[in-house]
């Protein structure tokens, strides 16, 4: 997030022109120098701070979603030192966002039980809080005038990550940062780059040497943008255009990865494989593992039986140091000429192309140490028939 919401945003704008020491770091609203009285009955200053609510533009909706705060600092206390236990909710050290704060507030306007803005709630609290203050010194005030507006927000997103404040888990998305590439921007390729767009990986490389057709569309995520259809664009450089919107340091490589070029690969944190010819997957695994570069390779079968789809979908896991020949047993090479039966079949269906997708990026947010791990699987297959998931431990 930079500046440019604060000076925007008519709220914010409102708190930093009047004076109020304001951050905004990762969709959270930090404001400093709040004056408060101590238990001994002196003068101290805080920190106030809360997840902002943002409406669909960036800006802070209105009314606000939630009418808590946080503090950091001493106890707030009214003039004679008691804890102000009418707006105390609880007193355990927590974090919030980026801050380790001591005290979770909670005081709801009387009429509306929600701020019609995040400029109320800001002043709401420092009156009650800074009021005490004000009791003993008149001069106590968080508009201090002493400090310019600051923005700090480390994400790869175009807008502010308000969901990672919303939910506090800001420190485990930082885990995903690093760069990955995706091979194959097929129907599962292509799911794949629409959930990572949403992580805080840091940079996404698409490869892919094919043109975007109309029949791409049906198993890939969103609906078609025709502008961008009318030239028949790579498929990368489609994908990149459109998650561009949402996400930075996408870069597209319209080629075909084979052994003559893997070795561009060479610094990529993880690789996903998403390609259907089993003499490109061996020649990409090949070069993966000699490149000690950790990667899932997917898969789908789906064949048309008694008038009904069926088959499975498979994402297997190859860590460096894998036995070549345990690789040669996990992964379906084949031939061109004869690949594996199950996934020669060709047809797509978004649905199943979708389940590869999550099944691979389960698997990598696993080995990030994102989602706990208890199985350390290497290959999980999923039948349709019977509605199951099979696992192969490492």
């Known amino acids: ?6 000076s925007r945003d008519p709220h914010l704008k409102r ?40 409406d669909g533009t960036g800006l802070t909706a209105t009314p606000q979603g939630d009418h808590t705060m946080f503090f950091a600092g001493g106890t707030p206390c009214h003039r004679n030192g008691a804890p102000m236990g009418n707006i105390i909710n609880n007193s355990q050290k927590k974090r919030c966002g980026e801050m380790d704060v001591d005290h979770y507030l909670s005081s709801k306007p009387e009429v509306t039980h929600r701020y019609e803005n995040i400029y109320d709630k800001v002043v709401a609290y420092e ?28 994400s790869p997103f175009t807008i502010p990550d308000s969901a990672s404040a919303r939910y506090r888990i800001g420190g485990v998305n930082r885990k995903l940062k690093g ?57 990368v ?9 949402m996400h930075t340091g996408i870069t597209p490589h319209p080629v075909r990865v084979t052994a003559a070029n893997v070795d561009d690969l060479a610094g990529f944190d993880f690789v996903f494989v998403c390609v259907d ?25 789906v064949g048309l039986e008694e008038d009904c789809l069926d088959g499975c979908a498979r994402a297997t896991f190859i860590r460096p140091g894998t036995a070549w020949s345990e690789v040669e047993r996990l992964l379906p090479f084949g031939d061109d000429k004869e690949d594996d039966d199950l996934y020669r079949t060709d047809i797509q269906i978004a649905a199943v192309n979708s389940l590869n997708a999550i099944m691979a990026i389960m698997r990598w947010k696993r080995w990030s140490n994102y989602f706990r791990d208890e199985r350390n699987e290497v290959n999980s297959v999923y039948m349709i028939e019977g509605n199951n998931i099979s696992n192969r431990a490492a």
Not at 237 to 245: F, G, L, N, P
């Open 1 to 6: 997030m930079s500046a440019a919401l604060i």
């Open 15 to 54: 708190l930093a022109d009047e004076g109020f020491e304001i951050e905004v770091r990762n969709s959270h609203l930090i404001v400093r120098s709040v004056p408060h009285v101590t238990v001994d009955g002196n003068l101290a200053r805080g920190v106030l701070t809360c997840a902002l609510s943002l």
């Open 127 to 154: 009156r009650l809080i800074g009021g005490a203050a004000r009791s003993l010194d008149r001069t106590a005030n968080a508009r201090t005038h002493a400090k310019a507006m600051i923005a700090n927000d480390d």
């Open 179 to 235: 760069r990955v590439a995706i091979i194959g921007l097929g129907g599962t390729g292509s799911f794949l780059l629409d959930l990572l767009a949403k992580t805080w990986v840091t940079e996404i490389h698409l490869y892919d040497g094919d043109q975007l057709l109309n029949h791409n569309l049906f198993r890939s995520p969103g609906s078609p943008e025709p502008e961008l259809l009318k030239d028949f664009p790579y498929k």
């Open 237 to 245: 450089a489609y994908y990149a255009q459109v998650y561009a919107r």
């Open 277 to 301: 010819k089993g003499a490109s997957r061996r020649e990409i695994a090949e070069g993966l593992l000699r490149l000690e570069i950790p990667f899932v390779d997917t898969g789908i079968g």
